[in-house]
């Protein structure tokens, strides 16, 4: 194997095995790299769609680093130190990189405006850190959705993909009877340019310039009285 390496063999029997086990480790690419659950139940697979990616990320993790760095060996210790660094930057700078360019595709900024913005520091910075989330076998959609509806992001996390996304417009909008909400969801459906358009100019466009003028006023008004303090019209008795 190494001699077919060293001629940059590729076609060699044993560096296809030798590379499939590499890649085995952080890819789910074959049966054998799934659950028991997965590999018995046939119908409870639409479960894991999507979601098997983060899980082999999940499964490294607790293999070459938390497994490592529990061991109580110092030696094993410090290579779970280095290969969570290793993991940090494979998988944190790969999806920084993606989330960045995502964020610009989909115009997700929160100033008002058409124009997507270049991506500056502190957005790098954010990217980076909802990249790293990965690790755990999470995601920044679980993480952001998590802060403004719990409920609604544990069963995002365990329920097959756009599942919520269907309910919502199936069940939750026309119950409520808000077509803006059943045209944001609906039209993000559309196949190829449905997000795009949606998010660049149609009902999501206009929903997100309203909340963004509106939280750009609320700081605004903030800045103009940072303390908060409230005036009162007070008669004290005197007289002219």
Do not use: C
Request: charged share 30%; aromatic share 10%; net charge positive.
């Amino acid at each position: 194997m190494v001699d077919a390496i060293r001629r940059g063999d590729t076609q060699d029997p044993n560096v296809k095995v030798f590379l499939f086990s590499k890649l085995s480790k952080t890819q789910p690419i074959s049966l054998s790299e799934y659950s028991e659950f997965y590999l018995r139940n046939p119908n409870a697979r639409p479960m894991f769609f999507l979601k098997s990616f983060g899980l082999k990320q999940l499964e490294t993790t607790r293999r070459d680093v938390l497994r490592k760095i529990s061991s109580g060996n110092a030696k094993e210790i410090r290579e779970g130190q280095r290969q969570a660094l290793r993991l940090s930057v494979l998988f944190g700078g790969g999806m920084t990189a993606n989330n960045l360019f995502k964020d610009y595709l989909l115009d997700r900024d929160d100033r008002p405006g058409m124009t997507p913005s270049l991506p500056n520091s502190q957005k790098v910075g954010e990217s980076a850190v909802d990249a790293l989330w990965t690790m755990f076998g999470l995601s920044r959609y679980f993480s952001r959705k998590l802060a403004d509806d719990p409920y609604r992001a544990i069963v995002d996390m365990i329920a097959p993909p756009k599942l919520s996304e269907f309910s919502e417009l199936l069940i939750e909008a026309p119950m409520k009877g808000d077509l803006d909400q059943f045209k944001r969801v609906g039209t993000k459906q559309i196949p190829i340019v449905g997000k795009v358009y949606n998010e660049h100019f149609g009902p999501a466009d206009q929903y997100k310039r309203k909340k963004r003028i509106q939280e750009y006023n609320k700081n605004k008004r903030s800045l103009k009285n940072p303390y908060k303090l409230e005036s009162f019209n007070v008669d004290y008795g005197f007289e002219d």
